[in-house]
């Protein structure tokens, strides 16, 4: 099993930015695909961003599409979520996942490790 940990959350006005940080640990990172989710008070987690585990190919929510970029690096064991132009409905608490599997996945059923979460929020 791979052990997941987030940071970088944040209190952040609108049209700013954050980066977060996911360090895995355990099982080879690089092995596994890695996501990002949100879920925000009174909603069900919803997917934002995933990375092959070359990191070639990523997919995006068409809520987040052009405003944040996923990424990782396999030396670090390491995955990033880059938050530009921010807003107010991005307020969640953000999760990282990992995923053994080919390819690159988007369901939420398909991850089977999760970090504990950071929360971010946007300032209006």
């Known amino acids: 099993q791979v052990q997941l940990v987030e940071s970088g959350g944040g209190l952040v006005q609108a049209g700013g930015s954050l980066r977060l940080s996911c360090a895995a640990s355990?099982?080879?990172?690089?092995?596994?695909?890695m996501g990002w989710f949100r879920q925000a008070p009174g909603k069900e987690r919803e997917f934002v961003a995933a990375?092959?585990?070359?990191?070639?190919?990523?997919v995006y929510a068409d809520s987040v599409k052009g405003r944040f970029t996923i990424s990782r690096d396999n030396a670090k064991n390491t995955v990033y979520l880059q938050m530009n132009s921010l807003k107010p409905e991005d307020t969640a608490v953000y999760y990282c996942?990992?995923?053994?599997?080919?390819?690159?996945?988007?369901?939420?059923?398909?991850?089977?490790?999760w970090g504990q979460g950071t929360q971010v929020t946007v300032s209006s």
């Open positions: 990375v092959s585990r070359s990191g070639i190919s990523t």
């Open positions: 996942a990992a995923a053994v599997k080919p390819g690159i996945v988007v369901g939420r059923y398909e991850y089977d490790a």
């Open positions: 355990g099982r080879t990172f690089s092995s596994c695909v």
